[in-house]
């Protein structure tokens, strides 16, 4: 057996963060032989700005290369931001007349040390703080708390967030800033949760149990509440219509995504009775006040004002390197349209929305970059063409994620892949509570990724995951070291969940170290689990045929989004004839049977049972071959030399890599941010 999946490597990195500066000096074949045309741009506040070739800002600089276009340059073009920070209100816009060609791109560039800095934030003004606010502030806050000014753009907003429920990728909220990063609204309790005792008729009115501390929330008018109301997967945030403080009784403005269940893990957000220890705030629509507790030595705030930093349409030859991105409402980057575009060797990050969107786009993607602190997921690629199963080219590549999905829990990932043949390959991805990857669409590849620590206080779901669609199949999970994906007691999690009748997919060569349910099959057919090495993770395949039970209806209802993504693909084209035979057929014979499934050669070692058959699945209806089991305790974890040792003792040859496969993962950002 031939187990090799890699983490990106310091030689790696520095070998992309030392020649990128000159990867275009010179034109590629089919270019323009002439040296780039260098333009700068100041950072917000210089002096000097407006001589020859140096700018005030960002979109003067892309003004004058639409201008460069139109008079015939066909150099590259490469606009360069000064060190220091550069702030925008607004998108920058890039388009067609802007676009570089094949050889002659247009490069959007930062400093090489890291330090030009594009933001969506403004300062705030300090003001004076109102004793009729003082005196609704705890005690212990009064002497710490402080007051500044929204921006009247903020002021106008009638709450500080939309609601938030299942399904929005990211609601519009408000996100204030110090020198580290992003404050909370202040909440209670400070830490965990609250529970839910019970739940009156109708669905919006609900008790707290045993809440010691609880402010006084009776003054409160911009109160939210959130909480996983009904199901550990589902992190909804509403907004408080009544409270009762005497009977710790709350009503909702609007009910949850099937209700609320008594036991419910909930907290209070936006509360200025609970605006109690540093790093929280509250805002004030009437006044146009925003208090605060600062974090030490960080009296200095922002509030992200800009929707969106950088906006490209239908550009092609596009480059963006060596940036740091940071405090957009919604999304950092937005793509659509056009081909061969590239964020390379940037920090994208404190973004309310997601680090990069492309969509409709041929070619390009997100490579050696750090991404961090993204509000929902990080990365979305959308490429391609399912009618045809033409393949999008896109990609995600050696680049770090950490801490996404902080404030979008719900179904929000490091990296979407959606329409046909993207690529997400050796990057890690660690520490947060959203999944690696949402598998959508055709032909995917996720591969020697690195993928930890993720998911943890969730149930019902998975590091890797896909469903809902038997047509979104060809996508491959290889050469992938997952590892630490555990939960809280009494909750249970997955390292590759095959969601609701999810088809089709191979997991093979992956890794799997303390995973508590490696692979879960949820309904689906055709599958291929193989060649796995799997470490106190058991069991080894969990598997169920839905179909046939709660699931049923999804199957036989014309109108379920089961049914509707079926009748959405042309399964009878030759495109898709070629390439699946039988799949035109899958929803009329006997589709709720999960059968087919080959679960062949993979080895375990230490934990519980290899199989757990479930919702009448059927051991007989797969193909169950050759799988491996060796006795004794497994080395501790992360020590893969002594575990390639164990299984040789044992006669099973791993092939693990362990110089390649570190639990520390990639080496030390050369970005550097005192929150991260």
């Known amino acids: 057996m031939s187990l090799g999946p890699r983490r990106p490597g310091a030689a790696r990195l520095a070998v992309v963060a030392g020649l990128l500066a000159f990867a275009l000096a010179g034109p590629v074949q089919g270019g323009d032989a002439r040296a780039p045309l260098v333009l700068r741009v100041a950072p917000t506040g210089a002096t000097g700005a407006g001589q020859k070739d140096r700018f005030a800002d960002l979109p003067l600089a892309l003004a004058r290369v639409a201008a460069l276009r139109r008079q015939g340059e066909g150099r590259a073009i490469v606009v360069e931001l000064e060190p220091g920070t550069h702030r925008i209100a607004a998108p920058v816009r890039i388009g067609p007349e802007q676009s570089g060609r094949a050889g002659a791109p247009l490069i959007l560039r930062g400093a090489a040390d890291g330090s030009s800095r594009l933001v969506g934030s403004v300062p705030l003004a300090p003001a004076s703080l109102p004793p009729r606010l003082r005196d609704r502030l705890p005690a212990a806050a009064r002497g710490a708390v402080r007051a500044y000014r929204l921006p009247e753009a903020l002021r106008r907003e009638a709450a500080f967030r939309a609601p938030r429920r299942l399904r929005e990728t990211h609601p519009r909220v408000t996100e204030i800033f110090d020198a580290g990063g992003a404050l909370r609204p202040a909440q209670w309790p400070n830490p965990g949760w609250a529970t839910v005792a019970g739940v009156e008729a109708g669905g919006l009115d609900f008790t707290l149990k045993d809440a010691p501390g609880l402010p006084d929330l009776s003054q409160e008018r911009d109160l939210w509440v959130e909480g996983f109301w009904r199901w550990d997967w589902l992190l909804e945030t509403l907004p408080v219509a009544q409270v009762d403080p005497r009977r710790r009784r709350l009503e909702l403005d609007a009910p949850p995504y099937e209700g609320i269940r008594e036991g419910a893990r909930m907290r209070v957000v936006h509360a200025l009775a609970a605006l109690d220890e540093a790093g929280e705030w509250w805002s004030d629509r009437q006044s146009g006040l925003l208090l605060a507790w600062p974090s030490p030595g960080a009296a200095e705030l922002e509030a992200s004002l800009a929707e969106t930093l950088i906006q490209v349409d239908g550009a092609r030859h596009l480059r963006l390197e060596r940036l740091r991105l940071e405090r957009a409402r919604g999304d950092l980057v937005t793509v659509r349209g056009g081909e061969d575009i590239e964020i390379r060797a940037s920090d994208l990050g404190w973004a309310a929305g997601r680090a990069a969107v492309f ?76 999944y690696a990857v949402y598998l959508r669409g055709n032909d995917h590849l996720f591969r020697r990724n690195e993928v930890a620590r993720l998911i943890h206080g969730l149930s019902d779901t998975g590091a890797i995951y896909a469903g809902r669609d038997v047509t979104a199949r060809g996508s491959i999970i290889e050469d992938n070291y997952v590892h630490d994906i555990r939960t809280d007691p009494g909750r249970e999690v997955k390292g590759v969940y095959l969601d609701d009748m999810a088809s089709g997919f191979t997991i093979r060569r992956n890794l799997f170290v303390d995973v508590q349910q490696p692979v879960f ?156």
């Open 359 to 434: 969509e409709g786009v041929t070619g390009g993607g997100v490579s050696g970059s750090a991404i961090h602190d993204i509000g929902a997921s990080a990365v979305r690629l959308v490429g391609g063409d399912r009618a045809t199963l033409r393949p999008g080219g896109l990609f995600v590549r050696d680049s770090r994620f950490t801490r996404f999905s902080r404030l979008s829990r719900t179904q929000s990932s490091a990296i979407e892949l959606d329409g046909v043949g993207a690529e997400a390959s050796g990057n890690l991805i660690t520490d947060a509570v959203g």
């Open 521 to 676: 099959i949820g309904g689906g057919s055709d599958n291929i689990v193989t060649r796995n090495v799997l470490v106190a993770s058991s069991p080894m395949v969990a598997l169920d045929a839905r179909g046939l039970t709660w699931m049923k209806p999804s199957l036989n209802e014309a109108d379920s989004e089961l049914r509707a993504a079926f009748a959405a693909m042309p399964l009878d084209s030759p495109p898709w004839r070629m390439r699946y035979p039988k799949l035109a057929e899958a929803l009329s014979d006997d589709p709720g049977r999960a059968r087919n499934n080959q679960i062949i050669d993979n080895v375990v070692i230490g934990g519980g049972d290899l199989f757990a058959f479930t919702e009448k699945a059927e051991a007989g209806r797969q193909i169950i071959l050759y799988n491996t089991r060796l006795d004794g305790p497994p080395p501790p974890s992360g020590d893969l030399a002594a575990l390639a040792r164990f299984a040789a003792s044992r006669g099973v040859t791993l092939g693990l890599d362990p110089p390649t496969l570190r639990r520390d993962g990639l080496p030390a950002s050369p970005f550097t941010d005192a929150r991260r």
